[in-house]
């Protein structure tokens, strides 16, 4: 069964950083799309960054670029988010999913996700 493990959240002051790490087990996601998205309270849920496996692409939401780094360790079938100078609007809970194809950027595409883990910036 395929599962989706988020790790790294927690509550950090603003300027810090917090790394986020996904876990996949039951198949090998990193050679497909992994991305990372965030929903904020009272808020839809949003694409923050994704990478190809295939290709190395990676891909970024205006708002966290130059900010956040997304990266993949195959050996392991993680993929992890560094998320560096946050700000308390990067609050929000985020998410981890593996997709196969499609878009990208749209979180329709990605079939599989993570329970998802809080990340808090205080101000």
């Known amino acids: 069964q395929e599962q989706l493990v988020e790790s790294g959240g927690g509550l950090v002051q603003a300027g810090g950083s917090l790394r986020l790490a996904c876990s996949a087990s039951g198949r090998t996601f990193t050679n497909n799309n992994m991305g990372w998205f965030r929903q904020a309270p009272g808020k839809g849920r949003e694409f923050v960054a994704a990478?190809?496996?295939?290709?190395?692409?990676?891909y970024y939401a205006d708002s966290v670029e130059a900010r956040f780094t997304i990266s993949i360790d195959n050996a392991k079938n993680t993929w992890y988010l560094q998320m560096n100078n946050l700000n308390p609007e990067d609050t929000a809970v985020y998410y981890c999913?593996?997709?196969?194809?499609?878009?990208?950027?749209?979180?329709?595409?990605?079939?599989?996700w993570g329970q998802g883990t809080q990340v808090t910036v205080s101000s």
């Open positions: 999913a593996a997709s196969f194809g499609g878009r990208i950027t749209t979180s329709s595409n990605y079939p599989y």
């Open positions: 990478i190809s496996g295939t290709t190395g692409g990676t």
